[in-house]
């Protein structure tokens, strides 16, 4: 939000803008190559991809209409029953990510490339991610396809596993 507000007390766009690439380098070289391939790569994409709410617990949390109903409670951040809910999802996802994971790995070793549109959204997801600001939110467009590569990993483990066995 500071950012925001600092970007914000600038009247022109131009000068908005001339102060966001002022702040932007400023930045970039107090934190050095090492530091800001540290944000970019290792916090930006752990803020990203850490979370199986995609950052929904933390919006349920903020000004709720009901605070005190059970969805809040189960949802928010905060919320009385929030471990149930924050559990479920992450562990849900975290089969998701290791199913996109084995998907790309078994079509290395496979040489199948059927699904390779889809994995290369993905690739340029994660580029986009760490160049814009990473929030999570912006996976939803993306569930569908997260969601199939996932399946596809998952699938191949399977037909691994049942080929190993004959």
């Not at 605070?67 to 562990?91: R, W």
């Not at 939110?137 to 969601?147: A, G, K, M, N």
Request: aromatic share 14%.
């Amino acid at each position: 939000q500071s950012d925001v507000d600092y970007t914000y007390s600038f009247e022109s766009k131009e000068l908005k803008k001339k102060a966001t690439e002022k702040e932007i380098k400023r930045r970039i070289d107090k934190m050095g190559l090492g530091g800001t391939l540290y944000q970019v790569i290792i916090k930006k994409s752990y803020r990203t991809w850490s979370e199986g709410s995609l950052g929904g617990r933390e919006y349920v949390s903020r000004n709720p209409a009901r605070p005190n109903n059970f969805l809040h409670n189960l949802l928010a951040e905060n919320g009385k029953y929030q471990i149930v809910s924050f559990v479920y999802s992450n562990i849900y996802y975290f089969i998701i990510l290791i199913g996109i994971l084995l998907s790309a790995l078994f079509a290395i070793k496979r040489k199948n490339y059927e699904l390779n549109s889809l994995r290369l959204s993905i690739i340029g997801l994660i580029i986009f991610m760490w160049i814009w600001e990473c929030n999570p939110r912006y996976l939803l467009t993306f569930v569908p396809v997260i969601l199939l590569l996932g399946a596809d990993g998952i699938g191949e483990l399977f037909d691994a596993v049942k080929s190993r066995r004959k």
